[in-house]
Antibody, heavy 116, light 108 residues
Framework: QVQLQESGPGLVKPSETLSLTCTVS????????WSWIRQPPGKGLEWIGY???????NYNPSLKSRVTISIDSSKNQFSLKVNSVNTADTAVYYC??????????WGQGTLVTVSS | EIVLTQSPASLSLSPGERATLSCRAS??????LAWYQQKPGQSPRLLIY???SRAPGIPARFRGSGSGTDFTLTISSLEPADFAVYYC??????????FGGGTKVEIK
């Protein structure tokens, strides 16, 4: 079955770069689009962006200037970088598969706290 | 930018009752709308896509309806496992996706 697992540091200092990786199993990453979504504690969901298997990307306009999503098909992984983080970037970060325009498989999520 | 507004923000009901959740788009999204269920400490789960199609494994008591700007998720008879937060999600074009603010369905 399709499984996604986020990994990366749980604590990032303000102004530094948040880096997360999503490892996909049960399906080739080369056949779908893949996305990152985040959820600040106690709040709703925010779409961050997505990447195609060929590497084309699209980002939430509110985050576009600070976000990069990349893909490594050889490892069946895709990654997220958010530059110049601040406390407002503290959130649970989810990776998900984008089927057509719906998120049909999600990772368990990983909490990233921005704090000095 | 299309904004999705969900109402009510919270709903207090008893098991066995019907739940009616609303999602309104600031401009038409045709039927490009999905619903997700999220329980505490868990990832969201896709319930409904294309406004009214149930995702695999989703019970028939979950029904989505609507098109254009007004959408409804109806849970015909609430079971204990259904008490959760529900989000709607749209795409306005292939370049942008977004979520509503959520509706929390609580046990009365």
């Amino acid at each position: 079955q399709v499984q996604l697992q986020e990994s990366g540091p749980g604590l990032v200092k303000p102004s530094e770069t948040l880096s997360l990786t999503c490892t996909v199993s049960g399906v080739s990453i080369s056949t779908y689009y893949w996305s990152w979504i985040r959820q600040p504690p106690g709040k709703g969901l925010e779409w961050i962006g997505y990447i195609s298997s060929s590497g084309s990307t699209n980002y939430n306009p509110s985050l576009k200037s600070r976000v990069t999503i990349s893909i490594d098909s050889s490892k069946n992984q895709f990654s997220l970088k958010v530059n110049s983080v601040n406390t407002a970037d503290t959130a649970v970060y989810y990776c998900a598969r984008l089927k057509q325009i719906w998120f049909d498989y999600w990772g368990q999520g990983t909490l990233v706290t921005v704090s000095s | 930018e299309i904004v999705l507004t969900q109402s009510p923000a919270s709903l207090s009901l008893s098991p066995g009752e019907r739940a009616t959740l609303s999602c309104r788009a600031s401009q038409s999204v045709s039927t490009f709308l999905a619903w997700y269920q999220q329980k505490p400490g868990q990832s969201p789960r896709l319930l409904i896509y294309d406004a009214s199609s149930r995702a695999p494994g989703i019970p028939a008591r979950f029904r989505g309806s609507g098109s254009g700007t007004d959408f409804t998720l109806t849970i015909s008879s609430l079971e204990p496992a259904d008490f959760a937060v529900y989000y709607c999600q749209h795409r306005n074009n292939w370049l942008s996706l977004g979520f509503g603010g959520g509706t929390k369905v609580e046990i009365k």
